[in-house]
């Protein structure tokens, strides 16, 4: 089993809807979460991060954390065609013992005009 | 400087060369990744520096890779010699171990191919 795991898609959806990306991990002391935006040649940037269960929403983004279930996923709202990219789920995996990040291997959405 | 600088951004080279590719920092960041990204293994971490102190390289084939902190505004990765499997992006990231948080923060990658 990976430590992190993603549908690598693609994921479509049309302009406008919600999109909703997934992520489970299986480091129970896992502390830090975080979700990264790659655009097709470009370096993965940060857009979210969440550390207690529920929910955190940043504009058009809500990251959603249920540490018990070990699943955390990411919502974009009013999706646009510009979001779409890869979206890379990351996890500190060492209780904060470290501050190395295990990466999943992406899912890709494309957002249909 | 609030960004990550790796250069250069694309290296072709032969088989048997040596390549070095160069990270700046986020300036006051004193943790520092290299990671390398291709289509199979997606991202993959290479190594893991806090305070120019490796902690971590075990992602790196030893024979072939090394990588250094020369200074606290410098990191390098070097491939001696290099092989067409190395082709890959190679990313440097930064952040800072006073931060709970462990963000990381991505430099714009090297793209090597090595023919």
């Known amino acids: 089993q990976k430590e992190v795991e993603q549908n690598s898609g693609p994921l479509s959806v049309p302009e406008g809807a919600i999109a909703s990306l997934n992520c489970t991990y299986s480091d129970r002391v896992s502390q830090s979460f975080f979700w990264y935006r790659q655009y097709s040649g470009k370096s993965p940037e940060l857009i979210m991060s969440?550390?207690?269960?529920g929910d955190k929403e940043d504009g058009r983004f809500t990251a959603q954390l249920n540490k018990a279930s070990q699943y955390v996923s990411l919502l974009i709202r009013d999706s646009q065609p510009s979001d779409s990219a890869t979206y890379l789920c990351a996890v500190n995996n060492y209780g904060g013992a470290t501050n190395k990040l295990i990466f999943g291997t992406g899912t890709l959405l494309a957002v249909q005009p | 400087d609030a960004r990550v600088t790796q250069t250069p951004r694309d290296k072709v080279t032969e088989m048997g060369q040596e390549v070095t590719m160069r990270c700046q920092p986020i300036?006051?960041?004193?943790?520092v990744f290299w990671y390398r990204q291709t289509m199979m293994q997606g991202l993959e971490l290479l190594a893991y520096?806090?305070?120019?102190?490796?902690?971590?390289d075990s992602g790196m084939p030893k024979d072939r890779f090394s990588a250094e902190m020369p200074d606290a505004t410098l990191a390098t990765l070097k491939i001696q010699p290099s092989e067409p499997r190395d082709s890959a992006v190679y990313f440097c990231?930064?952040?800072?171990?006073?931060?709970?948080?462990?963000?990381?923060?991505f430099g714009p990658g090297t793209r090597l191919t090595v023919l």
């Open positions: 990231a930064s952040g800072s171990s006073r931060d709970r948080n462990n963000e990381q923060f």
């Open positions: 520096f806090r305070n120019r102190a490796p902690l971590d």
């Open positions: 969440i550390y207690s269960n």
């Open positions: 300036l006051g960041h004193n943790t």
